[in-house]
């Protein structure tokens, strides 16, 4: 994932235990993927950057599609423990070729209720990997 965030250069090359991407009725994106056990939240890959990613339909291959969602950096990142919203502008991708998707994070805005707007643009990608 590269970009900017505030001004600040974004740049996270990482390969993360797994990921979750779905298309049913709906679409979502969860890296690292939601584990529990005894209805207890597992975190599967704490230094990861999280990302939860959702759309409104099924989207073709190769279609972008508008998208919602959130990500965390993990500590060390250069927003440690750091939540952000994405918003207006995001789109995610499905890439057939690696099995994954690509996508657009925009509109974001930082905290709990996603109200301090940030500027900047992340792209990112995912493929998946049997």
């Given at each position: ?94 890439n057939q ?14 905290g709990p ?18």
């Open positions: 994932m590269q970009g900017t965030l505030d001004g600040q250069a974004v740049n996270v090359d990482q390969t993360p235990a797994s990921g979750e991407l779905t298309q049913v009725t709906t679409g979502t994106f969860v890296l690292p993927p939601h584990v529990t056990f005894n209805d207890a939240a597992i975190d599967v890959d704490p230094g990861s950057v999280q990302i939860n990613l959702m759309w409104a339909s099924v989207v073709p291959d190769g279609s972008p599609a508008a998208a919602t969602g959130t990500i965390a950096f993990p500590a060390g990142d250069p927003y440690p423990k750091m939540s952000l919203c994405a918003g207006s502008g995001s789109t995610i991708t499905p070729q690696t099995g994954g998707l690509d996508f657009v994070l925009a509109g974001l805005t930082l209720a996603c109200t301090e707007v940030i500027a900047g643009e992340l792209h990112g990608c995912w493929a998946f990997s049997p």
